[in-house]
């Protein structure tokens, strides 16, 4: 963890970081449609490929012309298929956009951005560390 106030040390040190600590980094706020009370106490959650979530700032939070949807749209929600340690950017099924060759690419979106709307329950080391009595 950082160690000094100075705001220059605290950012060479966030991005001279490695991947491991990177990895980390990637968290969002857990808010799941259908409320669950064994998440009672946790706000945060690190990102993982298999987690649903939901785009809430950005162009895709709300169709976006940019990426060729239209205004006032539903936000882009999907699961999550790749993550960018590196960049701090998760990869979304569905978030794309098209080249001038007409080719699709995936659009990183970065993990602020972003809501968990539906964890991936299949570890079960994970859920027993989220769902452990916090009191």
């Known amino acids: 963890m950082v160690k000094s106030m100075k705001p220059t040390k605290q950012r060479k040190a966030h991005f001279n970081a490695p991947l491991h600590e990177k990895r980390k980094r990637i968290s969002a706020r ?3 449609d259908k409320p669950d009370s064994r998440f009672d106490g946790v706000r945060t959650v690190t990102v993982r490929i298999g987690d649903t979530v939901r785009v809430t700032r950005g162009d895709l939070a709300n169709g976006g012309k940019r990426h060729g ?18 960049n701090g950017r998760i990869l979304i099924e569905g978030a794309k956009q098209s ?20 964890l ?15 009191s």
């Open 30 to 32: 857990l808010q799941l």
């Open 69 to 86: 949807g239209k205004r006032k749209a539903e936000p882009l929600t999907g699961p999550v298929i790749g993550i960018d340690a590196k």
């Open 99 to 118: 080249k001038s060759d007409n080719r699709e690419e995936a659009v990183p979106v970065h993990a602020s951005n972003v809501v968990i709307v539906k």
């Open 120 to 134: 991936d329950e299949t570890d079960k080391l994970r859920m027993q560390k989220l769902t452990e009595d916090r």
